[in-house]
């Protein structure tokens, strides 16, 4: 994978709002691959006192992008398919890894799988992406908040 695209999608994470806001850390990105970890916090519960199913859905959803972006050709979800398996709980580190079985001119098909730091298997799904026809570029990429001015 190129250099310097990896280097746009790191920092279009970096400078996306939601990903900050969840705490959304990017630990690899490689073409057709990339893994995210978030850590599993107490804010994140739902009613039930596990994660709530939204929170994982973010995770898997940035894993998700950045994979299906990883050729340098913008790509935008079309379906995504979430099956949860366990129960995710406060404490502990909470890794989603989509892997791009697929990849077309047009479409990019990936599987995601998240996991706790235990190996246990909390989620995965199916998605399928709109790759469209023009790049990704470096200009569109938000700026994270220690780079922007005034900060």
Same mark, same amino acid.
């Given at each position: 994978?190129? +250099?310097?695209? +990896?280097?746009?999608?790191?920092?279009?994470?970096?400078? &996306?709002?939601?990903?900050?806001?969840?705490?959304?850390?990017?630990? /690899? %990105?490689?073409?057709? $691959?990339? +893994?995210?970890?978030?850590?599993?916090?107490?804010?994140?519960?739902? %009613?039930?006192?596990?994660?709530h199913?939204?929170?994982?859905?973010?995770?898997?959803?940035? @894993?998700?992008?950045? @994979? #299906?972006?990883?050729?340098?050709?913008?790509?935008?979800?079309?379906?995504?398919?979430?099956? $949860?398996?366990?129960?995710?709980? @406060?404490?502990?580190?909470? %890794?989603?890894? @989509?892997? &791009?079985?697929q /990849?077309t =001119?047009?479409? #990019?098909? /990936?599987?995601?799988?998240? !996991?706790?730091? +235990?190996?246990?298997? %909390?989620? !995965? /799904?199916?998605?399928?992406? $709109?790759?469209?026809?023009?790049?990704?570029?470096?200009? &569109?990429?938000?700026? =994270?908040? #220690?780079d922007? &001015?005034?900060?």
């Open positions: 994978m190129d +250099r310097d695209l +990896r280097s746009v999608l790191w920092r279009a994470v970096e400078g &996306e709002p939601f990903a900050r806001k969840l705490g959304l850390k990017v630990t /690899c %990105i490689e073409e057709g $691959y990339a +893994r995210v970890e978030m850590e599993a916090t107490e804010d994140l519960l739902n %009613i039930h006192g596990i994660i199913g939204g929170a994982l859905f973010s995770l898997l959803d940035e @894993a998700f992008q950045l @994979a #299906s972006n990883s050729h340098g050709q913008k790509a935008v979800a079309l379906t995504m398919n979430v099956a $949860y398996h366990a129960p995710a709980r @406060a404490g502990g580190l909470l %890794i989603a890894e @989509a892997r &791009e079985f /990849c =001119a047009r479409t #990019s098909h /990936c599987d995601i799988r998240v !996991t706790d730091d +235990r190996g246990v298997l %909390i989620a !995965t /799904c199916r998605a399928l992406a $709109y790759r469209r026809s023009d790049p990704l570029t470096l200009s &569109e990429v938000p700026k =994270a908040s #220690s922007r &001015e005034g900060a």
